[in-house]
């Protein structure tokens, strides 16, 4: 199958090289032209478990001209960008592209399908783990597998058929759900709940639970995320705070994303995690000032570095 990457950094990356060692035509697309380069010499380098592999059948590009369209196309720029990726890079989507879209936060749907029908759209989440340790290297943390699902529910052939394309070892199982909305919520209260707070207090995930201040923060986060979603008809799997808790735990020493954008001075996506909480609140007349706090803490972090 042929596939591109639209957005590989540490995710997008994990992703399109354990693919291209499954056999596929895998092409990434990414505007870091450094990482483009060491993957086009040296190929892929994953680190995994202190041994590093590299994989050489991957093409990579800054100009999505140069792929063409593509039978699969998966989405994991961050959410602040989503609509300026898809259309940059609309040449490699023709009318029988898929578009994946595993990427965290919500509104990520509406905004692909300003340039794609939405009946091309499948959407998921992933609980693998990947960062960037250089350009042309990424070390992999974890795979705790894939779940997708047609956004109105439906089992097709199609979705079964990007169950085995995602179903491999290495990524950990692929599960089809019928329910995806509420599983990209589930996984966006995990993040309404960590994100922001690590990226306040410079503390790892694990560490929010070892002080009593920041676990009741997280459950009020969570809490008020619950409720909106709740109001929005989103069926949830988890509807107390414990199930972000047991994250906390069993992602204890890592930094989140979040954090990681703050101690690299970069643009977050605070706006499509707690942010859309907040949004979403006010819509609907239910009050979330915790998540509107955290919001603004957040806001002004990112406004002492990216003003400078």
């Not at 989140?256 to 006010?282: P, Y």
Request: charged share 25%; proline share 2%.
């Amino acid at each position: 199958m042929k596939i591109a990457i639209i957005g590989s950094g540490a995710m997008g990356s994990l992703y399109g090289g354990i693919l291209a060692e499954e056999g596929h035509e895998v092409y990434f697309i990414d505007v870091f032209e450094e990482h483009i380069k060491q993957v086009n010499e040296k190929g892929l380098c994953i680190v995994e478990k202190g041994k590093e592999r590299y994989i050489k059948n991957i093409k990579a590009t800054t100009d999505a001209k140069e792929v063409g369209e593509v039978d699969l196309a998966i989405v994991f720029v961050k959410s602040t960008v989503t609509d300026i990726a898809v259309e940059q890079n609309k040449a490699v989507i023709g009318k029988d592209t898929i578009v994946l879209t595993l990427q965290n936060g919500i509104g990520n749907i509406e905004k692909i399908s300003k340039y794609v029908d939405k009946s091309q759209i499948i959407a998921g989440t992933s609980a693998n783990g990947a960062s960037m340790l250089e350009p042309g290297k990424i070390k992999h943390a974890g795979n705790g597998g894939t779940v997708i699902g047609e956004i109105d529910g439906q089992v097709t052939n199609r979705i079964k058929k990007l169950k085995e394309i995602l179903d491999v070892e290495k990524l950990g199982p692929c599960e089809v759900s019928d329910n995806v909305m509420g599983l990209i919520w589930d996984k966006l209260l995990v993040n309404v709940g960590i994100n922001a707070l690590t990226a306040v207090t410079g503390l790892k995930n694990g560490q929010l639970l070892e002080y009593k201040e920041t676990e009741e923060i997280l459950e009020k986060l969570v809490n008020e995320g619950i409720q909106v979603a709740k109001a929005l008809g989103i069926k949830l799997k988890y509807t107390t705070p414990e199930h972000c808790k047991n994250v906390c735990k069993a992602t204890a020493e890592n930094t989140s994303s979040m954090l990681a954008d703050v101690l690299n001075k970069r643009r977050t996506e605070i706006m499509n995690i707690n942010g859309a909480i907040v949004r979403e609140g006010k819509r609907l007349g239910i009050p979330t000032p915790v998540n509107q706090v955290m919001t603004n803490l957040v806001l002004l972090k990112e406004k002492s570095y990216l003003s400078n």
